[in-house]
């Protein structure tokens, strides 16, 4: 305050400003120092000045630049000072500092991909009141399992989690990343089941075989539910569906006549049964099986 008042003053004082050339004896002295004028500068001139400026000259001697002095803008009491409140601490984040998710909710969303219905889970939570978030972390996982088998990011607070299996109990956590890396504490989520549509088809009606040179033709009615989308084709040597090897899928309508030739050498005998699958995923029962010889 003190040094500001000075120079307020000086400048309200109107400080005179001049150069003075000066003999040799002027190397004593210093900028900053103060003295009198014994030389008559004109009426009004102050008498005292401070070297501001010093400067060999070119022909001799010592350039001096001085600045009239004063002695009114150095005065100071205690009544001049003013106290000055401490300046408000400004409240920044460190950079630890990680909000915690809130208003985490997890939903089941099922989906459509490719005509197939398979089941998802969306999940949303609130924005929290924080610059530095760069992005969100998301795991799901079985529900009570012991590894958090999906994992994915979300740059924004909501994402949908794809490809779970339908009349699943899932568990879900996020957290938050900072923009340097610093990351959150978990919010979990617990037991959502994703919901969908959990009921087989019916099996493949009308299924019979037809012996062939050296193929067998297999032929059915597709299952009449209106998700049906194809039967999987089951073959065996012996008369046993539990351990038949699957060797095709053939998609239909509902209710279709399908068929499907296989490639059997002559004089062996094959056995045949099918499922029908839902658009869902779900599998029927096996349909009845049947069997013939190759011509």
Request: aromatic residues 8%; charged residues 15%.
């Amino acid at each position: 305050q003190r040094i500001a008042r000075q120079f307020l003053l000086q400048q309200r004082l109107g400080t005179a400003t001049i150069e003075a050339q000066c003999n040799w004896s002027a190397l004593n002295i210093a900028v900053m120092d103060t003295g009198t004028c014994t030389v008559d500068l004109g009426p009004d001139m102050p008498a005292k000045w401070r070297v501001t400026d010093w400067r060999l000259a070119e022909g001799g001697g010592i350039n001096l630049g001085l600045q009239a002095e004063d002695d009114d803008a150095y005065t100071w009491t205690t009544a001049d000072e003013t106290v000055i409140a401490s300046s408000p601490r400004p409240d920044m984040t460190r950079s630890t500092d990680v909000p915690d998710v809130t208003g985490l909710t997890v939903n089941s969303a099922s989906y459509i991909t490719s005509g197939v219905v398979l089941g998802g889970l969306a999940v949303d939570w609130d924005e929290p009141a924080s610059s530095f978030v760069d992005h969100y972390d998301v795991q799901a996982r079985v529900n009570a399992t012991s590894d958090w088998t999906i994992a994915t990011t979300a740059p924004s607070t909501n994402v949908t989690i794809y490809g779970l299996t339908v009349g699943t109990n899932y568990d879900v956590r996020v957290r938050v990343v900072r923009s340097n890396g610093v990351l959150g504490n978990w919010t979990t989520v617990s037991a959502t089941a994703v919901s969908g549509d959990t009921t087989a088809p019916a099996a493949p009606s009308a299924v019979s075989a037809n012996a062939l040179a050296g193929a067998i033709r297999i032929n059915w009615t597709s299952a009449p539910d209106s998700d049906f989308r194809k039967a999987r084709l089951f073959r065996n040597t012996t008369n046993d569906s539990s351990t038949a090897t699957q060797i095709t899928e053939v998609y239909a309508f509902p209710s279709e006549a399908a068929s499907y030739t296989d490639t059997v050498a002559t004089g062996l005998t094959r056995y045949y049964w099918l499922k029908a699958i839902d658009t869902a995923g779900n599998l029927s029962v096996f349909s009845s099986g049947v069997s013939a010889t190759a011509l």
